[in-house]
């Protein structure tokens, strides 16, 4: 079974232009997460996806940070337009479904944007 | 609101020493808590994890005891390897109906031969 994938695995960009960050979920997972760690600090959760609605987005940092989830099936986090303080680590991470808490959530690579 | 503190890093060791890593948490209610692993170029891997007081988490040689009396989930292994080493994070999710996960810094564990 595939674990969950994040693409793309790195992403340069200037400060200004716009960047789209995919994950697609373990298959057949209804819940989706995405986190960010920035700058070596604590990873910090930004929103959450049960199938195509935003259960909690409590993380998102400010209205540049646009999320979806259509059908359910894989998200794109989009940033525009980005920022020098928007560089980090985006994971992406994923769990079954019922009751999200108490569910494993099993990771992605990451995906490393740097704003120059 | 919740937190987590773990111990800054970078930690060498050398192969077979005894590993401690501290994490202390400030929730309210009955909080899970978590150590993930990221080893170099993977995600992060969930090493164990301990659901209420006086849990014992344990995986891999690693162990961590829920403690609620000093709010801490310290991450132990008795003898260290080289391919130990990664980041470790502690993390803990909160309790209600919730899945986010509050992570600490993380601690870079670096095991030489």
């Known amino acids: 079974e595939a674990g969950v994938t994040q693409f793309p695995s790195h992403s340069v960009i200037e400060k200004g232009q716009t960047v789209t960050l995919r994950c697609d979920p373990i298959?057949?997972?209804?819940?989706l997460y995405w986190y960010r760690r920035v700058m070596g600090k604590e990873i910090k959760f930004l929103l959450h996806?049960?199938?195509?609605?935003?259960?909690?987005e409590s993380g998102m940092p400010n209205n540049r940070f646009l999320a979806e989830r259509t059908g359910g099936t894989y998200s794109t986090l989009k940033v525009q337009p980005a920022e020098l303080e928007d560089s980090g680590v985006y994971f992406c991470?994923?769990?079954?479904?019922?009751?999200?808490?108490?569910?494993?959530?099993?990771f992605g690579p990451g995906t490393r944007l740097t704003v120059l | 609101g919740n937190s987590v503190t773990q111990m800054e890093g970078p930690v060498t060791l050398s192969e077979e020493a005894f590993l401690t890593i501290n994490c202390t948490y400030t929730?309210?209610?009955?909080?899970?808590l978590f150590w993930y692993v990221q080893y170099p170029g993977e995600g992060l891997q969930l090493l164990l994890k301990?659901?209420?007081?006086?849990d014992k988490g344990s995986n891999k040689g690693f162990e961590a005891t829920y403690r609620k009396e000093t709010t801490s989930f310290h991450l132990e292994k008795g003898s260290v390897q080289v391919s130990d080493s990664a980041v470790y994070f502690c993390?803990?999710?909160?309790?209600?109906?919730?899945?986010?996960?509050?992570f600490g810094q993380g601690t870079t564990l670096q095991v030489k031969p």
């Open positions: 996806f049960v199938k195509e609605s935003k259960q909690d």
């Open positions: 991470a994923s769990s079954q479904g019922g009751r999200a808490s108490t569910d494993t959530q099993y």
């Open positions: 298959s057949g997972h209804d819940n």
């Open positions: 993390a803990l999710r909160g309790s209600g109906n919730t899945g986010k996960l509050i």
């Open positions: 929730a309210t209610g009955y909080p899970s």
């Open positions: 301990a659901t209420k007081a006086d």
